[in-house]
């Protein structure tokens, strides 16, 4: 961990005090009416940061958390809040992590140095993609196409807006819930919406 992650790291708690002081309309998105996608999630794929291929048919049956990440932001530390997550409820969720460099060049290394930064700093043991574009654009990632696209999910048109962004999609592969980077992954919103 270099000097200016192991910086933000410590800044990481104050960050949070916003998600659990003043929760903005914004940072909670629900799908309320449980609207179904036009196309379904379990029908996509996403390449690994290892180079193979990941096809969502095989998450069937389970919660799936969606997150883009990054190794360089001050929600960095969310990798920790996610672990424990996934340890927590391993056998009903499944994480993915979308590394990416969308958001102020916080996301510079290559996939091999982003695993080894994730496992040794943080424990991470659930799925990491290769890194990815997440942002709205021709070049943006089929799986992030469908979170952030009403047309492909059915009512969501929010796309990340900063790394740690979060996507809950339910066992029928319904996408139920956005939540934004302050809300931390160990927040009761989130805990809920995993039990419901």
Request: glycine share 4%.
């Amino acid at each position: 961990m270099t000097g200016r992650q192991a910086f933000l790291k410590l800044l990481y708690p104050l960050l949070l005090l916003k998600g659990k002081l003043f929760v903005a309309k914004r940072d909670v998105l629900h799908n309320s009416k449980l609207t179904k996608p036009a196309n379904s999630f379990f029908d996509l794929q996403a390449i690994a940061n290892n180079g193979a291929i990941i096809n969502f048919d095989s998450f069937k049956n389970s919660k799936v958390l969606i997150v883009n990440t990054a190794s360089n932001c001050g929600f960095t530390a969310q990798y920790d809040a996610l672990e424990k997550l996934y340890q927590q409820y391993k056998t009903k969720l499944v994480i993915i992590a979308f590394p990416s460099n969308d958001f102020k060049n916080q996301e510079t290394d290559d996939d091999a140095t982003i695993e080894s930064f994730c496992r040794v700093n943080y424990g991470v043991s659930f799925p990491l993609m290769k890194k990815s574009v997440v942002v709205k654009s021709d070049a943006q990632t089929d799986v992030y196409k469908w979170l952030t696209h009403a047309s492909k999910n059915g009512w969501n048109d929010q796309p990340p807006v900063w790394n740690f962004s979060k996507y809950l999609i339910n066992e029928e592969g319904v996408l139920t819930h956005y939540f934004a980077p302050v809300i931390s992954p160990l927040a009761k919103q989130v805990i809920d919406a995993i039990e419901d």
